[in-house]
């Protein structure tokens, strides 16, 4: 029987939480029967069958980019590899060679790191290629792009509704600048998740606090 590793942390992920509970046992579905390059021949009556998961199809679609439609029903989950595999190519898990092998596969991997791109509408009979669309294109859909990563414009607005622009602008040149960028799949996830890491190491001592009679007087 095959072992996997599962975040112990993985129901205080702010992706994972905001999952329906379908969604949640969906993905965790997927880790627990892709194969060992994190590559799934989907089944989905059997899915339903097994899981009581009504519409698979709905749930694929709440994974986003999580889940990579690669060829008509196979799928490839984004987050597997690195998990799994730490260090990833570099990794001392014997299991990485086969893996390797699986990811060149499905053209998922090629000289040395992983070939996947973002799509933006998840389906591999649509996948963007942002190197070949106008600029104009480019500005309507992609507000921030670099190596394999990019951040779309509606990713954005969401992101704006909690930060301001200043604030995302100075993380995805953070997450830019780091060295091991190349290890992250998505960069809408990764922002949130260094955006939200830096309002926790902001002390407690310098987030101006007002007693009731200074907050009248500011409203």
Known sequence: MAKRFIDTELFNDE???ELSKEGKLFYLYLITNCDHAGIIKLNKKLCSFQTKINNIETVIKELDNRL???????????KYIHFQYPNFPNSKVK???SAINILEKYGLFSNGCLTVKQVLDNSYDNVIDIDSVNDSDKKEKVYRKFKHLLLTNKEFDLLNKQYTKEQIDSILDDIENYKDN????????????????NEEQIPKSKIPSLNWNEQQKKC
């Open 15 to 17: 992706w994972f939480m």
């Open 68 to 78: 990579l439609s690669v060829k008509d029903g196979i799928y490839y989950l984004t």
């Open 95 to 97: 299991q990485q060679e």
């Open 182 to 197: 190349k290890k992250y799949v998505s960069l809408n996830l990764t922002a949130r998740k260094w955006l939200k890491k």
